[in-house]
C-alpha cells in the first residue's frame, strides 16, 4: 500500500547548526504534505506545511522542500536550539476528498550543545 | 481557548475490561479522528468523523467503536481490552476534511491493558 517512510530514525547535530529531516512518499497522487513535532509526552504539534503546486515554503526557521520528481520531502531547521529537540514526522494526503492522512513513523532530533 | 482536549491522560486496565477515552475540541471543527501510536511506528487512524452524527472507519478500527453526536465530542470506545491495545491514543481536529489543512492533536491518553 502507500506509504509514508523517514529515511533516518535518529540526528545529532550541533547547538547553531542547521538540521535537515528527510522523508520518502510513496504516492505520486498525493498533494498535500505536513511536518510535525511532537515533543516528549505531547500530542503532535503542527510546524509546516506545503502543496503539490509549491517546491519550497519558508516558515520562522524552518523551511519544506518539496521534490515531486523524486518522491522527497525535507524539513530544515536554521540555526538548530535545544527547544528543538523532538521527534519529528512528516504527513502525506492524496488529491480526493475520501483520502486520508499517512504519517511517517517520525525521525528524532538530538542537539548537541 | 483550550484547543483539542483528551482525558484521562494514563489509565490501565485489565484485559476484558471496557472503557470510554474522551475528547473534546472547542474550535468548532467539522473533522475529528482517532490515532494510535505505537513505539517506531507513525499514527495510524482508527476512526474519523467529517461532522455531527458521521463517522467512519480509518485503518486499523476493530476493536473500537466512535459516535459523534455533537460538534465538539468525540469519544472513543474500547468495547473489551486486549494487551494489543496497550498505546497512546490521539484526537485530532481540524476545520473540514473537504479542504487541506493540518490537525490539531491533544496531548494523548497513555493506556496500558494488563
Known amino acids: 500500500g502507500e506509504s509514508v517512510g523517514l529515511h533516518l530514525p535518529t540526528l545529532s547535530v550541533q547547538e547553531g547548526d542547521n538540521s535537515i529531516i528527510n522523508c520518502a512518499y510513496s504516492n505520486s497522487a498525493s498533494d498535500y504534505f505536513i511536518w510535525y513535532k511532537q515533543e516528549s509526552g505531547k500530542g503532535p504539534q503542527f510546524i509546516i506545511d506545503i502543496r503539490s503546486n509549491m517546491d519550497k515554503r519558508q516558515g520562522q526557521r524552518v523551511t519544506v522542500l518539496l521534490n515531486k520528481t523524486v518522491k522527497h520531502l525535507s524539513l530544515q531547521i536554521a540555526a538548530t536550539q535545544p527547544g528543538d529537540s523532538a521527534v519529528y514526522f512528516c504527513?502525506?494526503?492524496?488529491?480526493?476528498?475520501?483520502?486520508?492522512?499517512?504519517f511517517g513513523s517520525g525521525t528524532r532530533l538530538s542537539i548537541r550543545p | 481557548n483550550a484547543g483539542v482536549t483528551q482525558t484521562p491522560k494514563f489509565q490501565v486496565l485489565k484485559t476484558g475490561q471496557s472503557m470510554t477515552l474522551q475528547c473534546a475540541q472547542d474550535?468548532?471543527?467539522?473533522?475529528m479522528s482517532w490515532y494510535r501510536q505505537d513505539p517506531g511506528m507513525g499514527l495510524r487512524l482508527i476512526h474519523y468523523s467529517v461532522g455531527a452524527g458521521i463517522t467512519d472507519q480509518g485503518e486499523v478500527p476493530n476493536g473500537y467503536n466512535v459516535s459523534r453526536s455533537t460538534t465538539e465530542d468525540f469519544p472513543l470506545r474500547l468495547l473489551s481490552a486486549a494487551p494489543s491495545q496497550t498505546s497512546v491514543y490521539f484526537c485530532a481536529s481540524s476545520y473540514s476534511k473537504r479542504t487541506n489543512q493540518p490537525q490539531h492533536f491533544g496531548d494523548g491518553t497513555r493506556l496500558s491493558i494488563l
Open positions: 504527513a502525506e494526503k492524496g488529491s480526493s476528498s475520501a483520502s486520508k492522512i499517512i
Open positions: 474550535m468548532n471543527h467539522e473533522y
